[in-house]
């Protein structure tokens, strides 16, 4: 089985920035597609940003691309999503996810295709 714990959630000027953990226990994150879902409220779930455990390749949603970085530490066996230039309409409940078992073919932009989520955290941009 696999945990997921979220933190760095925040409230946060327009502008500023944030980084989000999510701490993994029970797999190894190197080993396993991991993932950034958000959602607002009113609204669905919406992808993020992905990191693929075969090449590292990250994946970005066209709204927080070139504003946001995935990464991963694998002796701290932590995925983490650094935030820029953060805007109001990033005010979101941001979630971490796993894929596991982890498959080679991974359509990272599908929630369905994540098997392990996080329990959230708050992110609040003001203007």
């Known amino acids: 089985q696999v945990q997921l714990v979220e933190s760095g959630g925040g409230l946060v000027q327009a502008g500023g920035s944030l980084r989000l953990s999510c701490a993994a226990s029970?797999?190894?994150?190197?080993?396993?597609?991991m993932g950034w879902f958000r959602q607002a409220p009113g609204k669905e779930r919406e992808f993020v940003t992905a990191?693929?455990?075969?090449?590292?390749?990250?994946y970005y949603a066209d709204s927080v691309k070139g504003r946001s970085t995935i990464s991963r530490d694998n002796a701290k066996n932590t995925v983490y999503l650094q935030m820029n230039s953060l805007k109001p309409e990033d005010t979101a409940v941001y979630y971490c996810?796993?894929?596991?078992?982890?498959?080679?073919?991974?359509?990272?932009?599908?929630?369905?295709?994540?098997?392990?989520w996080g329990q959230g955290t708050q992110v609040t941009v003001s203007s």
């Open positions: 996810a796993a894929q596991y078992p982890t498959y080679y073919n991974f359509n990272y932009r599908s929630s369905d295709e994540y098997t392990h």
């Open positions: 029970g797999r190894t994150i190197s080993s396993t597609n």
């Open positions: 990191i693929k455990w075969s090449d590292s390749s990250t």
